[in-house]
């Protein structure tokens, strides 16, 4: 029997069950004395005659049987805590003293509200760096249009789904250490390998093995100890397609970002791209909706022309929330205001989508300023009364974080939108 396999030799638990069964007979005698049940008869019959002769009265055996009761639970008491000793010594050695920390902090985690955040890029993942800290209720929907850089490659070379946006948020929502997010961020110099990161590269390793992407993601989550999963919002091999104001068209997610057009039009190839279902049930059980932070038209919008997705968000009675970028996308967003970019969502999703807009009033320091400016980009205009007109309710602050990038601060981020939830729930 594998139940034996805890006596063997050097697992130091052999003492603890014996300490536990001497404790558990003491507890029984004890209780019998006090209780006049022969739980163990030959044994109380001696007890019950050595303190008749002691004593003559039954205080004695009342206060025998106290002791032995305290005696026998402090045994136990003992056994019990000797036992998770020694199993966490043998696991966990130098994270022991840890481990009530993280099993606290777990269970507060679990109890989080369920938060889905839908978008790509490097924006999504900044989310979910802050939101992990609140909620282990984490379903991060995931654009799968990609055909740039390392993703585009392997998408290209294997069939497979661009790993890269789903690589950074998986590790966004990973609970390892900072040296394995690292190596799972390098990015090969030379060679063959140049451009692609370690981590893509393990996703397409998985991804053969397994012979399924979603169920490679799932891997590569396991191994990072992630808080919350990763989908990609469909697993059909979709590309991006965009129709610009004077009628000319571009095709890939690249090309998009780069055409410095304005978009009339955006589409999926092929158009019938089938969200899963798994996405479609996120959506419908969630507590609150998140869209962005990202690039407008090449990792948020491209999530809502999956069939399936607006339908969803317009029946889930969650707030949803868009998470407005800081500065304009040269080249995508060009002078766009906080409304233009609420108006191109519900454009390509149903009028009056949207709850709330969330968006940074921080002002951007001068040389950043400048340097933003040089290569077309500026800060998202807050335009109120529009956005009144839209029927959206605008929350402003502080989220600028103070590195020499101008993008939000994932713990300010984050602190606003569980504020925002715990307002919502509380009307």
Same mark, same amino acid.
């Given at each position: 029997?594998?139940?034996?396999?805890?006596?063997?030799?050097?697992?130091?638990?052999?003492?603890?069950?014996?300490?536990?069964?001497?404790?558990?007979?003491?507890?029984?005698?004890?209780?019998?004395?006090?209780?006049?049940?022969?739980?163990?008869?030959?044994?109380?019959?001696?007890?019950?005659?050595?303190?008749?002769?002691?004593?003559?009265?039954?205080?004695?055996?009342?206060?025998?049987?106290?002791?032995?009761?305290?005696?026998?639970?402090?045994?136990?008491?003992?056994?019990?805590?000797?036992? *998770?000793?020694?199993?966490?010594?043998?696991?966990?050695?130098?994270?022991?003293? #840890?481990?009530?920390?993280?099993?606290?902090?777990?269970?507060?985690?679990?109890?989080?509200?369920?938060?889905?955040?839908?978008?790509?890029?490097?924006?999504?993942?900044?989310?979910?760096?802050?939101?992990?800290?609140?909620?282990?209720?984490?379903?991060?929907?995931?654009?799968?249009?990609?055909?740039?850089?390392?993703?585009?490659?392997?998408?290209? #070379?294997?069939?497979?789904?661009?790993?890269?946006?789903?690589?950074?948020?998986?590790?966004?929502?990973?609970?390892?250490?900072?040296?394995?997010?690292?190596?799972?961020?390098?990015?090969?110099?030379?060679?063959?390998?140049?451009?692609?990161?370690?981590?893509?590269?393990?996703?397409?390793?998985?991804?053969?093995?397994?012979?399924?992407?979603?169920?490679?993601?799932?891997?590569?989550?396991?191994?990072?100890?992630?808080?919350?999963? *990763?989908?990609?919002?469909?697993?059909?091999?979709?590309?991006?397609?965009?129709?610009?104001?004077?009628?000319? *068209?571009?095709?890939?997610?690249?090309?998009?970002?780069?055409?410095?057009?304005?978009?009339?039009?955006?589409?999926?190839?092929?158009?019938?791209?089938?969200?899963?279902?798994?996405?479609?049930?996120? $959506?419908?059980?969630?507590?609150?909706?998140?869209?962005?932070?990202?690039?407008?038209?090449?990792?948020?919008?491209?999530?809502?022309?999956?069939?399936?997705?607006?339908?969803?968000?317009?029946?889930?009675?969650?707030?949803?929330?868009?998470?407005?970028?800081?500065?304009?996308? +040269?080249?995508?967003?060009?002078?766009?205001?906080?409304?233009?970019?609420?108006?191109?969502?519900?454009?390509?999703?149903?009028?009056?989508?949207?709850?709330?807009? *969330?968006?940074?009033?921080?002002?951007?320091?001068?040389?950043?300023?400048?340097?933003?400016?040089?290569?077309?980009?500026? +800060?998202?205009?807050?335009?109120?009364?529009?956005?009144?007109?839209?029927?959206?309710?605008?929350?402003?602050?502080?989220?600028?974080?103070?590195?020499?990038?101008?993008?939000?601060?994932?713990?300010?981020?984050?602190?606003?939108? $569980?504020?925002?939830?715990?307002?919502?729930?509380?009307?």
């Amino acid at each position: 029997m594998r139940v034996l396999k805890w006596l063997y030799p050097g697992l130091r638990v052999k003492r603890y069950v014996f300490l536990a069964t001497a404790g558990i007979g003491f507890g029984m005698v004890g209780a019998a004395l006090l209780w006049g049940r022969q739980l163990l008869r030959v044994l109380e019959r001696q007890l019950q005659m050595y303190l008749g002769a002691f004593a003559g009265t039954t205080v004695l055996y009342y206060a025998t049987g106290m002791l032995l009761l305290g005696f026998g639970f402090a045994l136990v008491v003992v056994a019990i805590k000797g036992v *998770v000793h020694s199993i966490l010594e043998a696991i966990t050695p130098e994270r022991e003293s #840890e481990l009530i920390d993280v099993l606290y902090r777990r269970r507060q985690l679990k109890n989080g509200p369920y938060i889905v955040a839908i978008g790509g890029g490097s924006g999504l993942s900044v989310l979910l760096r802050g939101i992990k800290r609140y909620t282990s209720n984490i379903t991060a929907i995931v654009t799968v249009s990609d055909d740039g850089g390392s993703s585009g490659r392997l998408r290209g #070379e294997m069939g497979m789904l661009p790993p890269g946006d789903i690589r950074n948020c998986v590790l966004a929502l990973a609970d390892t250490e900072p040296l394995l997010e690292r190596l799972f961020q390098y990015r090969f110099k030379d060679g063959e390998l140049g451009g692609h990161s370690f981590g893509n590269l393990l996703i397409a390793a998985m991804t053969s093995v397994t012979g399924d992407f979603q169920l490679a993601i799932k891997e590569f989550s396991k191994v990072l100890a992630v808080r919350g999963r *990763v989908l990609p919002v469909t697993t059909a091999d979709v590309r991006l397609r965009a129709e610009l104001e004077d009628g000319s *068209v571009v095709e890939g997610e690249t090309n998009v970002s780069l055409c410095g057009g304005k978009v009339r039009s955006l589409s999926l190839i092929p158009s019938d791209a089938e969200a899963l279902p798994e996405v479609l049930k996120a $959506i419908a059980e969630a507590d609150v909706v998140l869209l962005g932070p990202g690039s407008l038209y090449t990792s948020v919008i491209p999530n809502l022309l999956v069939r399936g997705i607006a339908g969803a968000l317009a029946a889930t009675s969650a707030p949803k929330v868009y998470i407005c970028n800081v500065m304009t996308q +040269p080249g995508e967003t060009d002078g766009f205001t906080a409304a233009e970019h609420v108006s191109a969502i519900e454009r390509f999703s149903s009028p009056r989508l949207l709850d709330y807009v *969330v968006i940074n009033s921080a002002r951007v320091r001068p040389h950043l300023l400048s340097k933003y400016a040089a290569a077309g980009s500026v +800060p998202v205009t807050i335009d109120f009364p529009r956005l009144r007109q839209l029927g959206v309710h605008t929350v402003t602050e502080d989220l600028l974080d103070k590195g020499d990038a101008v993008r939000h601060d994932p713990d300010k981020l984050a602190r606003r939108v $569980i504020q925002l939830i715990s307002s919502v729930k509380k009307k």
